[in-house]
């Protein structure tokens, strides 16, 4: 199951609407098929494991990250079809699919063709796997994580609005990282006229997964996809994971409407003094109400920088 | 050596002019005699090992975190003297005494007279545990610790003064541990006027190690020591160890004028937006200059808060 769990990760932020699974096959304690749910969401873990596993998936064991599709989509066959034509012998999954044309339906009939099933291994895990997906599910709308490079005393820019650079070199490819990890980028108009920034993913390798840009704004801009509210983001198509970038003003409507997820904080050991706070109004009335909605996932060194990931708590 | 640091780290912030010094006595492998500086300076380490010790002082061991003084002073005796009248065969020493009083002599008078002398060992805690001494004495002032208290988006207080409270119990408690590590706190006019706070050590067993209250001002105020700018802290007598406790005027002076040596930033999970900034201008003209002045010497969680100690790099 780690092996799939890895195999889902390179998922991350491209498959949607799909969720992002991985996929092994094993037959006599040696792995005859790979697969994890490629970009745009198709061909399916399952389906791409099984095609290179070809007759040796007979008898074998999958692993699976989610519950095998049950419904046939025009885009493709179902899983549970495919598994069961194989002759796969035992299915080990880490948590059901909340999709309703699943939802039980892919255990129970891959049960009923005479398979093993086993479910609720790694869950935990699986389920932070595909947070995007399950974001949307629940709440009708992408993940979305804001990212805020500050000092310490919380700086964004000096008061003349310089900015390059807070964070050092590992901070940014980090960045880039994460973004390559998001199916799109969001700034506001403020940002764009300021800094024209590119929000591609500059890092070796990588440089083909640089996520759609979004912009926050009320008229439309050439080479950008625009929304006109923080709540429009539940209608951007085939985005679970959303990345803003800033400014303050946008961070705060997106604080202010409840509808950040995740909060990534790489802060430098400098102080600015007078300067550009990383937030406006966020439309907090007492101090009361700031507590409690934040707990710390992660967090590392990138260089003299640290790294901070605060989830909704 | 251990044991004598820690007897030293007794006397951190109660002891100026004088360094905070620890000292053990051992002879035949037990434990004859424990001292340590007591507050304002008097008795010494040593004088109180060797009281402690007596007779069996003869033939031990001294283990100090600095160099014996070789020096009589009006208040007392030279500890080195005392060291040789009571026949102590051997001195193991962290480091030399920078006062140019002692400055190696107290080493070269224990040899001549017989004694074994070894110095340099766990030199570079010792230093940090007198490091209000040192700073004294390199810099003609007291090392300034600052402390702020912030949320992750460096706020000190909402738009409307409100701030209590960013920071939870566990690291209000260890502010108070911190104010009774140093002689005195200081705070500018405005805090005194928006939160008369008391400033003193509120912890069992601690209440009576509150420091002095130093007040930044140009008016006199009762029951305040007041000094008229940042720089006049050279001037206040017996402070080697003085923390600035705010608001973000009085904490900008300080760092404009290079003034602050250690920075102790308490951090909250929370946002709060539109606030009180923890710091105003501190004389950036660019960002660049910025960069490469504090480095991260401690860090950890108090309760869901995070401490961080940064030091001049």
């Known amino acids: 199951m780690g092996v799939a769990l890895a195999l889902a990760d390179r998922g991350v932020g491209r498959t949607a609407p799909n969720p992002n699974v991985g996929c092994v096959l094993v037959r006599d304690g040696r792995v005859v098929g790979r697969g994890w749910t490629q970009a745009g969401g198709r061909p399916h873990a399952e389906a791409m494991a099984l095609a290179q596993a070809g007759a040796a998936a007979r008898g074998a064991t999958a692993y699976v990250t989610l519950e095998p599709c049950a419904h046939i989509s025009p885009r493709g066959p179902a899983c549970t079809d495919l598994l069961i034509a194989a002759g796969v012998a035992r299915i080990v999954a880490a948590m059901g699919d909340p999709d309703p044309r699943t939802d039980g339906l892919g255990f129970s009939r891959a049960g009923a063709a005479g398979i093993a099933v086993t479910t609720g291994?790694?869950?935990?895990?699986?389920?932070?796997?595909?947070?995007?997906?399950?974001?949307?599910?629940?709440?009708?709308?992408?993940?979305?994580?804001?990212?805020?490079?500050?000092?310490?005393?919380?700086?964004?820019?000096?008061?003349?609005?310089?900015?390059?650079?807070?964070?050092?070199?590992?901070?940014?490819?980090?960045?880039?990282?994460?973004?390559?990890?998001?199916?799109?980028?969001?700034?506001?108009?403020?940002?764009?006229?300021?800094d024209a920034p590119r929000l591609d993913v500059r890092l070796p390798g990588l440089e083909?997964?640089?996520?759609?840009?979004?912009?926050?704004?009320?008229?439309?801009?050439?080479?950008?996809?625009?929304?006109?509210?923080?709540?429009?983001?539940?209608?951007?198509?085939?985005?679970?994971?959303?990345?803003?970038?800033?400014?303050?003003?946008?961070?705060?409507?997106?604080?202010?409407?409840?509808?950040?997820?995740?909060?990534?904080?790489?802060?430098?050991?400098?102080?600015?003094?007078?300067?550009?706070?990383?937030?406006?109004?966020?439309?907090?009335t007492r101090l009361a109400e700031a507590h409690g909605r934040w707990r710390l996932t992660d967090a590392r060194m990138l260089g003299s920088d640290r790294l901070e990931v605060y989830e909704r708590a």
């Open 121 to 194: 291994v790694r869950e935990e895990e699986a389920r932070r796997m595909i947070a995007g997906f399950l974001t949307r599910r629940a709440r009708g709308r992408p993940l979305v994580t804001l990212k805020l490079a500050t000092s310490l005393d919380g700086m964004i820019a000096r008061a003349d609005g310089e900015s390059r650079w807070i964070t050092g070199p590992q901070a940014r490819a980090h960045t880039h990282l994460e973004r390559s990890r998001h199916e799109a980028i969001l700034i506001g108009r403020g940002t764009l006229e300021a």
């Open 208 to 284: 083909s997964r640089s996520p759609r840009r979004i912009l926050l704004s009320r008229t439309p801009e050439t080479g950008w996809e625009t929304i006109p509210s923080p709540a429009a983001i539940a209608d951007i198509p085939s985005v679970d994971r959303l990345m803003v970038e800033g400014g303050a003003q946008t961070a705060s409507a997106f604080l202010a409407a409840d509808l950040i997820d995740r909060l990534l904080l790489y802060r430098a050991p400098i102080l600015i003094g007078e300067g550009r706070s990383a937030l406006g109004d966020i439309g907090l």
